[in-house]
């Protein structure tokens, strides 16, 4: 058996209100998933749950990670045994600068893992290498951490953590909103360069386009917190041209 | 645990009369309670010249006539001072066989600074030989400093030794009668330290009151004077990282500094006395008065504290810009847990023309505690061209804490520009949660964002000062956010 994330029967509830409803889904190792769904629909809610935010009632249901009960861990511990996730809008720390900490954050994983800290010379030589691939400018790496950041910046600093932290399920929630479409490219075959048949990714987006660049093994269409339908990718390209419509009213 | 030698305890000391301490000099201690032979016993023990004592007893005549301030947030059940010593109190009968002895926590934070074994003993009041490397390392500095011409020693070293730069400056930046506690101060004062730094000489390496063990037991009223003569400059640093045990409650140090013409001093502090327990029980109050004087053209100070420690914290380190062209420069992080009281700031005093002030305050607050600060910028009617710059930010972890900023602004000169900014956040949920989605524990991810919070402060400390401090907040922090 391949077990890797497997969510059963799951229903989270916000402050009183049911978001995610009765979910399924089952990822395993090396498969590329991809979520489209309408605004408010739980995306970002379910990325929340997964990564293990506070402030969300699990009322029902199950998630698994590689054999074990994701829910009953810490964030930092599920961060730690390999689940990052790509905020949707990643939040800025003043004085605390950027390239310490992803080396902060990349130690804990070390540590984590029993090793020491990574030698100041392989880190650097690992992020110049790492940000050059996205385009990021040395000064970027020395400001404060997402602190004046543009949209797009702060995507593109995802995608650099992403790629120093090499998870083993990657969570994107909507990584390639607020790119221009250079950017757009860069990230994209960047994440998709990452693909291997030992982690896997869950892309939330709203555009064809981005799939087009990463190809999801599947696609699933969300509505109301859970998943009204799996398919291909022709199921993305429905999407794009006709909307949710039909989804909405099954 | 009895040997031979007799211990007194404090059943020895309930009638100070009846033991007749007045032909007990030869005694380490004088008995409980204040009055003006326990001056003399003080300042004969050190053998002071008679107008150091007349000082002194001016200022005790002075206290007598004042009242406590209660202006400040702060608030403790009223203090009885005749129920303390003021010269060593009897200290066998608290010294603590081995570390064995010690609360572990304590020993758990100091391990979690990284202290020394030897240290903690020493720090913890351990009935310890107290000759460790710093001792030593204190003498061979003292060689490279004399070299210099620069006079680093105990204030009773400089009393017997400087007796004309004493009486020139003792008191001349904080006068006797300036306030309650400093009054107090220089009425009792045991010992502390005194710097010289002649003209034209930048003084070779930072002056640190950590290698000066000797004082150990002096913090209680400590009195310390350092003068830039002119064009020269000091980096001074004060206290250290742990807590240090200690069995005053009541703590009023005076601190004075005066820059002469074209001198800077730049005073760093990082304070941890005892905070009291989680309930708020015992802890050091703290009541200091520190000032400096930019007395000459073109001088400087610039004061530098971080503040984990005390329960009570009543401090206001100031500048009087006096001098033309002189700088005066606030930089401070204030942390309170549990039940602490901080009521901080500065006060920049803009009397010469073109003065210059910037004040910048972090305060952290948690658990049940206050933080307040408290900062005046006064410009003098004949001080052109002044201007001042204040920010002051408040992070607040808990709904318990809070955190208040008091700033007087008078300005009797027009020209004079003053801005002032202040922010009050709490730690978001948002950026826990970013970090510890990267891997940071909860207790980390704090730390991480408060030594962010406090960047602006910890830059200005001397570096290898400002690697403990950054150790120390998150010490200071651990198990805080609820
Ligand atoms: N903290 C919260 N409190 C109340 N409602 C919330 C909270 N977070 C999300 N929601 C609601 O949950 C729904 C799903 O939000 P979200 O997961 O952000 O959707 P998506 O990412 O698909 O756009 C929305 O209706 C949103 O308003
Ligand atoms: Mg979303």
Request: charged fraction near 25%; glycine fraction near 8%; hydrophobic fraction near 35%.
């Amino acid at each position: 058996m391949n077990n890797f994330l497997k969510i059963q029967n799951l229903s989270v509830k916000v402050e009183n209100k049911k978001i995610i409803n009765d979910l399924n889904l089952d990822i395993k190792k090396g498969e590329v998933h991809a979520i489209m769904g309408p605004n408010g629909s739980g995306k970002s809610t379910l990325s929340n749950v997964l990564a293990g935010k506070s402030g969300y009632t699990i009322i029902e249901g199950s998630v698994d990670f590689c054999g074990e009960d994701l829910i009953s861990l810490e964030p930092n511990e599920r961060a730690n045994k390999g689940i990052f996730l790509a905020f949707q809008y990643p939040v800025e720390i003043p004085g605390v600068t950027n390239i310490n900490f992803i080396k902060t954050a990349l130690d804990s994983n070390r540590k984590f893992r029993g090793l020491d800290p990574i030698k100041p010379g392989d880190f650097l030589k690992l992020v110049k290498e790492k940000s050059e691939i996205l385009g990021i400018p040395e000064d970027r790496l020395k400001r404060q951490l997402n602190v004046g950041f543009s949209g797009g910046e702060k995507k593109r600093n995802e995608a650099l953590q992403l790629m120093i932290l090499n998870p083993l399920l990657a969570i994107l929630d909507e990584t390639d909103s607020g790119l221009d479409v250079d950017a757009f490219k860069i990230v994209a075959d960047t994440i998709n360069s990452t693909r291997s048949n030992d982690n896997s990714l869950l892309v939330i987006t709203h555009y064809q386009r981005l799939l087009e660049r990463i190809k999801p093994d599947i696609v699933h269409i969300f509505i109301d917190g859970s998943i009204v339908e799996s398919g291909g990718p022709e199921l993305a390209a429905e999407i794009e041209n006709n909307g949710f419509e039909r989804f909405a009213n099954a | 645990m009895s040997d031979n030698q007799e211990k007194l305890s404090e059943n020895d000391f309930k009638d100070p009369y009846e033991f007749g301490f007045e032909t007990d000099i030869e005694s380490d201690f004088a008995p409980k309670g204040l009055n003006e032979d326990v001056i003399r016993f003080i300042s004969n023990k050190k053998n002071e010249p008679s107008w150091l004592l007349d000082w002194r007893l001016d200022a005790y005549k002075r206290w007598l006539t004042m009242t406590e301030p209660d202006w400040s947030s702060v608030r403790y059940p009223s203090i009885d001072y005749q129920d303390s010593y003021y010269y060593s109190a009897p200290k066998d009968s608290e010294k603590l066989e081995s570390l064995d002895d010690v609360d572990p926590k304590l020993l758990e934070t100091y391990n979690k600074l990284g202290i020394p074994l030897k240290e903690q003993e020493w720090l913890a009041g351990v009935a310890v030989d107290a000759v460790f490397d710093s001792v030593s390392v204190g003498t061979t500095f003292k060689e490279r400093l004399k070299e210099d011409g620069v006079i680093f020693c105990s204030f009773s070293e400089a009393v017997k030794d400087y007796p004309e730069l004493i009486k020139k400056y003792l008191g001349s930046v904080v006068p006797t009668t300036d306030n309650y506690f400093s009054t107090l101060n220089s009425a009792v004062f045991s010992d502390g330290s005194f710097v010289y730094i002649p003209p034209g000489v930048r003084c070779p390496m930072e002056l640190s009151t950590y290698f000066r063990i000797n004082a150990a037991g002096t913090g209680q009223f400590e009195r310390t004077l350092v003068i830039a003569d002119k064009d020269s400059y000091v980096s001074y640093l004060e206290g250290c990282t742990a807590p240090m045990r200690d069995e005053h409650q009541l703590h009023a140090a005076v601190v004075e500094l005066v820059a002469l013409e074209g001198a800077e001093i730049k005073y760093s502090t990082v304070q941890n006395w005892y905070p009291g327990d989680e309930n708020g029980k015992g802890g050091v109050y703290n009541f200091v008065t520190k000032r400096g004087d930019c007395r000459g053209d073109n001088s400087k100070i610039s004061w530098t504290q971080v503040e984990t420690g005390s329960a009570i914290t009543w401090k206001y380190p100031s500048c009087i810009l006096r001098g033309n062209n002189s700088s005066g420069e606030f930089y401070s992080i204030a942390v309170s847990n549990n039940y602490q009281q901080v009521d901080s700031g500065t006060k920049m005093i803009h009397l010469g023309n073109n003065t210059s002030s910037r004040i910048i305050s972090k305060g952290i607050s948690t658990g049940n505690s206050s933080n307040t600060y408290r900062g005046l910028v006064s410009v003098h009617p004949k001080s052109k061209n002044s201007r001042n710059f204040t920010q002051c930010d408040s992070l607040l972890l808990t709904d318990s804490c809070s955190a208040n900023t008091i700033p007087y602004i008078e300005s009797k000169n027009y020209e004079s520009i003053i801005e002032h900014e202040a922010t009050s956040s709490k730690i978001s949920e948002e950026q826990l949660f970013y970090c510890q989605q990267r891997g940071l524990d909860e207790e980390e991810a704090v730390s991480l964002i408060v030594n962010g919070f406090c960047k602006d402060v910890l830059q200005k400390l001397p570096m290898e000062f400002a690697v403990e401090a950054q150790k120390l907040l998150s010490v200071s922090l651990e198990g805080s956010v609820g």
